[in-house]
């Protein structure tokens, strides 16, 4: 069951990053992330208010515990980790092709998995070695054919950022992991709802701060800000990628190393429409490097069978 979650959360999540690189074409960075905060806080607020008041009980899927401050400020860290992830991204996204940040995102897991060897003891087989191998494998041709287009990753800064933005980002999923698991297994032993449900909330206030301090004194002189309602869709494919993704590793077995690799397939969602819609160039190579992650979700998927 985790496993089905998992590559469901990876679809969603492919069109999250197609509506996030729709939204960010031509505007500010920072409106942007803060509507996303707002939008994704706003959907899980009812659950929040609804368990206070007693209308969601606490057999529910959408139950969220009234933790106190012992637990919250865990849940803060996981904003703070977050945001600073997706500041990176959205910048990274907004200048480079869609499919080439794509597959950069899927070797994320690689990152995980490592420290999932480490802190969590966990252990593949070689059926899921080989898949990490050739995701890797992937990675360095993408970044040949990345050259075709001009883009040397190593001088080019949005390169940079989308790299420190998975390096972030996995950070994140070993810390969700950590959020998740029961005291016992050493963990602290969180609500996935409420850990959802609150560190978007804290986001919306620190990239509030954000916009008034740095961004609205000098919104005159950079990029300016335009509605669009990919931004909306940014906010609600986000929040149930995330939510299937949560639901998956409270499941007992279940491997952030594998959960965290299969999300990673969003990245055929993301090339298709960089390919269809955003008419990205250098198509041709990239398509190998595609092909060579999806036979790498391949070998994980029987692996974990």
């Known amino acids: 069951?985790?496993?089905?979650?998992?590559?469901?959360?990876?679809?969603?999540?492919?069109?999250?990053?197609?509506?996030?690189?729709?939204?960010?074409?031509?505007?500010?960075?920072?409106?942007?992330?803060?509507?996303?905060?707002?939008?994704?806080?706003?959907?899980?607020?009812?659950?929040?208010i609804g368990s206070r008041q007693g209308?969601?009980?606490?057999?529910?899927?959408?139950?969220?515990?009234?933790?106190?401050?012992?637990?919250?400020?865990?849940?803060?860290?996981?904003?703070?980790i977050v945001l600073s992830s997706w500041l990176f991204a959205y910048f990274g996204l907004k200048n480079l092709p869609i499919t080439i940040v794509g597959p950069i995102n899927a070797t994320r897991p690689v990152m995980v998995l490592v420290g999932a060897l480490t802190f969590f003891g966990e252990r593949l087989n070689v059926w899921q070695w080989v898949g990490v191998i050739i995701a890797m494998a992937g990675l360095w041709m993408l970044s040949r054919s990345s050259k075709k287009e001009g883009i040397d990753w190593g001088h080019n800064k949005?390169?940079?950022?989308?790299?420190?933005?998975?390096?972030?980002?996995?950070?994140?999923?070993?810390?969700?992991?950590?959020?998740?698991?029961?005291?016992?297994?050493?963990?602290?032993?969180?609500?996935?709802?409420?850990?959802?449900?609150?560190?978007?909330?804290?986001?919306?206030?620190?990239?509030?701060?954000?916009?008034?301090?740095?961004?609205?004194?000098?919104?005159k002189k950079t990029t300016p800000f335009h509605w669009d309602w990919c931004i909306i869709l940014i906010s609600v494919f986000l929040s149930a990628a995330d939510f299937a993704y949560f639901y998956a590793l409270g499941f007992d077995g279940a491997m952030i190393s594998?959960?965290?690799?299969?999300?990673?397939?969003?990245?055929?969602?993301?090339?298709?429409?960089?390919?269809?819609?955003?008419?990205?160039?250098?198509?041709?190579?990239?398509?190998?490097?595609?092909?060579?992650?999806l036979l790498s979700m391949l070998f994980l998927f029987v692996g974990s069978r």
């Not at 996995?170 to 297994?185: E, I, R």
């Open 1 to 48: 069951m985790w496993l089905a979650l998992a590559f469901l959360s990876a679809c969603l999540l492919g069109f999250y990053d197609v509506f996030k690189k729709k939204s960010l074409k031509g505007n500010a960075v920072i409106p942007v992330l803060l509507l996303n905060t707002l939008f994704s806080s706003l959907i899980f607020l009812p659950c929040i």
């Open 55 to 80: 209308w969601i009980g606490e057999d529910s899927l959408f139950y969220t515990h009234p933790y106190g401050w012992a637990e919250h400020r865990y849940i803060v860290l996981k904003s703070c």
């Open 158 to 219: 949005w390169i940079v950022f989308v790299v420190l933005a998975n390096v972030l980002g996995a950070v994140s999923g070993l810390y969700d992991k950590f959020l998740m698991a029961s005291p016992a297994n050493h963990g602290v032993g969180l609500d996935t709802l409420a850990v959802q449900s609150w560190y978007n909330i804290y986001q919306f206030f620190m990239m509030l701060a954000m916009l008034i301090l740095l961004w609205w004194p000098t919104h």
């Open 258 to 293: 594998i959960v965290s690799m299969v999300r990673r397939g969003s990245v055929v969602v993301s090339f298709l429409f960089g390919a269809l819609i955003f008419k990205e160039k250098n198509l041709k190579s990239k398509v190998v490097d595609l092909l060579l992650v």
